[in-house]
Structures are given as C-alpha cells and as structure tokens.
C-alpha cells in the first residue's frame, strides 16, 4: 500500500484534503505546491490506514482518490515533535471537522503515469550487459512481477526504475516483462516494432497481457483461434487512426523522442496526456520470447468474444 502511495504521486497539481460525510460536504483544503510535498510526507507513514477508493478525472489530470480515518491522521500529528505551517493548518482543520462528527477524510492526489519510458545511453552500460547478481536481487525483491503490468515471471529483464544503472540501490532495482519491455525503451523503437493507437478504455497491464495472449495464440494456437487473433489485432491497431489525427503519427520512436528531448517539467505532462495511448507491440518480435506465455488458450473463446464485438 505504501508503494502505491507514494509511487504515483504527480506533486506538481494540489493536494485536496476534504471531510467525507455530506453534512460537511463543500468544506475543503487544497494545498498547493511546495505545501502539498510537506503533507504528502507528513502522510506517508500513515500508508497503512489509507484506503483507495477509485481514481477521478478531470480536464488536466486524474488523481487516485484516498481514504483517511480522522483519529489516525490525529493520532500521528500528536506524535510529531516539530509541526510546519502546512501541518498545523491541517491539524487545526481536521481537528475542526472531528468536532463536527467527522470520521473519515478524502484525499485528492494527482496521479502519476509514466506508462511509457525512453533509455538513455550511458557509456560502460550497454543495455543488454546483464549484471546477474543485481537481477537475482531485483526478482527477490519484486518477487518476479513486472513492475508495469503485474505479470510474473523467471525470466523478466533487470530494470532501473529511474533510468540510470549506476543507482542500485533497493527501492530502483524491479523487473519487466519481454512486453513491457518495449513501453520502456520507446525511443529506439521503429515503425517496424509497433504502432501507438488511442485505447481510452483499456489500462496498460491489461493492453500487456492482451498481446501477451494474442502472441501465444498466433504461435500454438489453432486455425480458428488464429484467425480472431489475427481480428483482434486488427482491431487494435485500427486505433491508430486517432494518434495519427491528434499528435500527427503513431511511431513509436517518435514518441520516444519527444520525451527524451522534452524538458523534465514538458515530460511529465507529456506522460500525464499520454496516459489513454497504447503500444501495440509488433507480435512477431513476441514469438521467440518463452517468457510471453499469456492466460491458457482455454479461455480464448471468452477473450475473443469479448473483443470481437467491437468490430
Ligand atoms: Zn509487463
């Protein structure tokens, strides 16, 4: 839970602090950057108690939407020894509500996405050298799940959670599936390798383990399961279209490149815009990979089903 917490965060949008019973309804606070790091922190260690309920949308940005029991947001403010402004503020709010039978507070967090990465070169670090004893660590550590999309597996690639190889430490060191694996080096990807199409209603893992299932019914798959595969391929890829009428392309790479060259402030939007846009990996580069096996084949008939209506 604390992982989640924190790892979504978008601190640049404010954070909304508001009571959760409708006789208070109205009363809120919204604290702005920097004040919003101040009580994400303050926050933080209280992960256990947060409980997510959904996430809202708005014309900016979502945010995940999170619940707090009034007497343990109290309870870990009377334990501070050193208060700031932002958290007496706070305190004096909440402590406020409670008076007025408040039991539980809403938090309005902007969420983060970063469904797509871009790999930067850096000398001495090529990007297949493999370091084995820091991949053994990162699978202990992740238990052998995509850091993307959940799917488990032995045989995932080492990934560096911020891009760069030199930070070994615990907290940057997960492990990403031969699909996921694409999202994360978009910008040396071509036109060859995959196309970015506008999939509103589906979420990353679930585009993930979609071609995962799509590969493995193309390689050991029957006629008919082959031929739905082929169909529903189609019909993801048709999605092309709405890239291409509103960023002006659906390559990849060129995705790639404009995060990479984007300033870290730009990127972060870019992210944020890019969170309905899907790759749709080429599945020929997915036949070879043994560690792509998806759902049994068993369920295909449900899946293609479930697919196929929307042609
Ligand atoms: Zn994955």
Redesign the pocket.
């Known amino acids: 839970m604390m992982n989640t917490f924190l790892q979504h965060i978008w601190q640049r949008y404010p954070l909304v602090i508001e009571p959760c019973e409708e006789h208070e309804s109205g009363e809120k606070m919204v604290f702005e950057a920097p004040e919003n790091n101040a009580i994400i922190a303050l926050i933080a260690p209280l992960s256990e108690c947060l409980y997510h309920c959904g996430i809202s949308h708005n014309e900016e940005y979502d945010s995940d939407v999170w619940l707090l029991p009034v007497a343990d947001c109290l309870r870990h403010i009377d334990a501070l020894t050193v208060i700031n402004s932002a958290t007496r503020t706070l305190l004096m709010k909440v402590r406020h509500w409670q008076k007025n039978s408040v039991t539980l507070l809403r938090l309005n967090v902007a969420h983060r996405y970063y469904t797509f990465e871009t790999e930067q070169q850096i000398w001495g670090h090529e990007s297949n050298a493999v370091s084995e004893p820091l991949r053994k660590r990162a699978r202990e550590l992740t238990r052998d799940c995509?850091d993307?999309?959940g799917?488990s597996h032995p045989e995932h690639t080492l990934r560096f959670r911020d891009g760069n190889p030199e930070n070994d430490t615990d907290n940057n060191l997960g492990v990403?599936?031969a699909?996921?694996l694409f999202s994360t080096r978009l910008n040396r990807l071509s036109a060859n390798d995959g196309v970015m199409v506008y999939l509103p209603t589906m979420a990353p893992e679930d585009v993930?383990h979609l071609l995962r299932t799509l590969a493995l019914a193309r390689r050991e798959g029957n006629e008919r399961q082959k031929k739905d595969a082929a169909s529903i391929l189609n019909w993801l890829i048709s999605h092309r279209e709405e890239t291409e009428a509103y960023w002006g392309t659906s390559h990849p790479g060129e995705f790639g490149q404009a995060l990479l060259s984007a300033s870290p402030e730009l990127r972060e939007t870019l992210q944020q815009r890019l969170r309905h846009v899907a790759l749709i990996v080429n599945p020929e580069l997915l036949l070879n990979h043994s560690n792509q096996s998806g759902p049994p084949l068993d369920a295909w008939p449900q899946l293609s089903q479930h697919f196929l209506c929307h042609d």
């Open positions: 995509c993307l999309c799917y990403c599936c699909v996921c993930s």
